[in-house]
């Protein structure tokens, strides 16, 4: 790789090592988010550019901070620029503690990392402070880094598309390959089945109650079997579905004990396509299941659960053209520093998705990340100091 954007290596690495080691999961943003702010500043950023917006109050779920954005002048004419990132790590994380090991950044411990996505943030200071300190020149550009990526893409969903400053393309930092570019990925639905049957004693008589446990499983073997579960294939479109809690009240387990026949389920599931109307088909196939279930469990005397099931749209898709502008500009700013950039469809959501939807195109490329959301997490330094790299060149060539 030609290294032609004069990052300082070193600052950059003790930048991530430092990011990594705050505490930030979903909802808990708010110690990385004031570290950003207080390092913005002191590599000259003034405090009039540096904002939270008020998405944390339109998120249903708790969440100390809203979006932190950041907007910097430009010192050449040109459309304005967004680079985004996500501020927080996934629980997995909690208490991680990095340490050097030759070329990679690992924890010390039985923990996740959260290069996902420290790396995306310490990108994104390290080009504000290359561009400051070299006088590069350069567009408006404006910065944003998301609350509740790992949780539904909360931050970016809620965003009022007026802050992004009427950027005409953006830069997304979270992957692995810095010019590996994600230039789509699949929409996303929830579900949730609310099943209430009747308890009643298992051993004595079996035959009063109303197990909702056997309604939920007869449900998901239904769907397994009409070929909705998993791997979607169907000559209307394909996806992917999983059924991922299974759960009693307030998120305890289903059921008090063995000899009770279980009187309340609640069961959590996604689906995805690159097709929303496709993902949304999928989604009532598992209700059809669900409602089927429900007329093949009763008791004695003819009695079923009461079922809620309700789905809806939890990220839309995207796909960008290879010779759209933004993929364009990715591209050649690559082949400046001697990448060969090449495009891909993920099979997971990102900012991206929101931030498309919300009008401005969206490439996502990768800082180091790998073995994300487990503990033999870990970054490539050298991967992660290329990403840094691409970032200033996308931001000047």
């Known amino acids: 790789m030609t290294t032609t954007s004069p990052i300082d290596a070193t600052a950059a690495v003790d930048r991530l090592m430092r990011y990594i080691a705050i505490e930030g999961q979903s909802g808990k943003e708010r110690l990385i988010a004031e570290a950003i702010a207080a390092e913005l500043k002191a590599i000259g950023v003034p405090a009039s550019a540096i904002r939270h917006d008020d998405a944390a109050r339109k998120i249903d779920l708790p969440t100390e901070v809203g979006n932190l954005l950041v907007s910097l002048p430009g010192t050449k004419p040109g459309p304005r620029l967004l680079f985004s990132t996500h501020l927080d790590v996934v629980p997995i994380c909690a208490g991680a ?96 089945a609310t099943i209430k049957g009747k308890a009643a004693h298992a051993g004595v008589a079996p035959e009063n109650g109303i197990s909702s446990t056997l309604v939920a499983s007869i449900a998901l073997a239904d769907a397994f079997a009409g070929g909705w579960w998993g791997k979607v294939q169907k000559p209307e479109g394909r996806g992917t579905s999983n059924a991922g809690i299974f759960e009693g009240r307030s998120g305890k387990p289903a059921g008090d004990a063995t000899n009770v026949v279980t009187d309340f389920v609640h069961v959590v599931g996604e689906t995805r396509s690159p097709d929303e109307a496709f993902a949304a088909t999928i989604t009532a196939a598992y209700g059809a299941s669900f409602e089927k279930a429900r007329g093949k469990v009763k008791d004695a005397a003819g009695g079923m659960a009461e079922l809620e099931f309700k789905g809806g749209a939890q990220y839309p898709s995207f796909n960008l053209p290879d010779d759209s502008p933004v993929v364009a500009h990715a591209k050649r700013a690559a082949e400046a520093i001697g990448l060969s950039a090449t495009c891909h469809f993920s099979n997971g959501g990102l900012d991206a998705n929101w931030l498309v939807r919300h009008g401005v195109p969206t490439v996502t490329i990768g800082a180091g990340q790998y073995e994300i959301h487990t503990v033999k997490e870990y970054v490539d330094v050298p991967e992660y100091l290329r990403g840094c790299h691409y970032a200033v060149a996308l931001a000047t060539a």
């Open 97 to 192: 503690k990095p340490k050097r090991d030759g070329d990679r950044i690992v924890p010390e411990g039985e923990t996740g990392l959260g290069g996902d996505n420290r790396t995306g943030c310490a990108v994104l200071v390290t080009l504000v402070e290359t561009i400051l300190k070299r006088s590069l020149p350069h567009p408006p550009i404006t910065l944003l880094f998301t609350v509740r990526e790992e949780s539904g893409l909360q931050g970016a969903k809620h965003l009022d598309p007026r802050d992004l400053e009427g950027a005409a393309m953006c830069f997304n930092v979270d992957g692995k390959l810095a010019a590996d570019l994600i230039t789509g990925a699949v929409g996303a639905e929830r579900w949730e």
